[in-house]
């Protein structure tokens, strides 16, 4: 395999690159920072949502299996289940998200690695990968989301 490395430059080059290296590191730290802040939002959500929405399902659960209580409330538990339900699919979208931004983020940093140690191909390979990766991620939480809201109707 035939490695591209530009680490012995003459002098012009050499500070080009300098300057593109520079500016990439930048770009790259931005988004690192970006996904890292989507990940504490969206863990914040997901925490958030779980602590409230468990304990409800439980309540649920137990009220349905008190026997006389359990079938006099069910027009009313039916549509807290299935309140309930959604939300613990939006939790799942919002899950989904946190674990793709975390994807992405590790594509970036093993990109800036290459990159620092001057082998452009695997930069580009693991970048393309990445990419590729962050893309299905996201169609697929597009679909699960657009699947909850069209439920929601």
Do not use: C
């Amino acid at each position: 395999m035939n490695v591209i490395t530009y680490n012995k430059m003459p002098g012009f080059f050499s500070d080009i690159k300098h300057k593109v290296e520079k500016l990439g590191n930048k770009v790259a730290e931005g988004a690192i920072s970006g996904l890292q802040l989507g990940q504490k939002v969206t863990g914040a959500v997901s925490k958030f949502g779980h602590k409230y929405v468990d304990p409800v399902n439980k309540g649920i659960e137990a009220v349905s299996k008190i026997p006389f209580v359990g079938s006099m409330a069910q027009p009313l538990l039916g549509p807290a289940r299935a309140a309930v339900g959604m939300v613990k699919s939006g939790l799942g979208v919002v899950d989904g998200a946190n674990s793709a931004m975390a994807k992405a983020e590790s594509g970036v940093r093993a990109t800036q690695s290459a990159v620092k140690a001057g082998d452009l191909h695997m930069a580009a390979n693991v970048m393309r990968d990445t990419v590729k990766d962050s893309f299905a991620s996201g169609k697929a939480l597009r679909s699960s989301a657009k699947s909850i809201l069209e439920k929601r109707k």
